[in-house]
């Protein structure tokens, strides 16, 4: 499996992003648990957001609950992070990741990783 994230950039603190991956090819990330995950300088990677297939089941980091939404498209192969209300130290390199069990996003063990996509958030 072949993740491409994109959606990042420079924004205000206060301001909204979203974050987009692209999962290929399609048929072998069927099934798949889709995560975010963000790494800022000099800071080891962090566990954001995981969804798993049928998208009903979502977990958070307790820095992101409330201002993160994660979601996914299965016809468009596609993983979503809205980024609400940023804050400077929303600021990271992120992530998208894929595994067939949920659980090894959250233990930051997944089978795939994407490239990641630079946030800066401003103060």
């Known amino acids: 499996v072949q993740l491409q994230a994109s959606g990042g950039g420079l924004v205000q603190a206060g301001g909204s992003l979203r974050l987009s991956c692209v999962a290929s090819?399609?048929?072998?990330?069927?099934?798949?648990?889709m995560g975010w995950f963000r790494q800022a300088p000099g800071k080891a990677r962090e566990f954001v957001a995981t969804?798993?297939?049928?998208?009903?089941?979502?977990a958070y980091a307790d820095s992101v609950k409330g201002r993160f939404t994660i979601s996914r498209d299965n016809a468009k192969n596609t993983v979503y992070l809205q980024m609400n209300s940023l804050k400077p130290e929303d600021t990271a390199v992120y992530y998208c990741?894929?595994?067939?069990?949920?659980?090894?996003?959250?233990?930051?063990?997944?089978?795939?990783w994407g490239q990641g996509t630079q946030v800066t958030v401003s103060s």
């Open positions: 990741a894929a595994d067939p069990i949920q659980s090894r996003l959250l233990r930051k063990e997944p089978t795939y």
């Open positions: 090819p399609r048929r072998p990330s069927a099934g798949n648990a």
């Open positions: 969804i798993n297939w049928s998208g009903d089941t979502t």
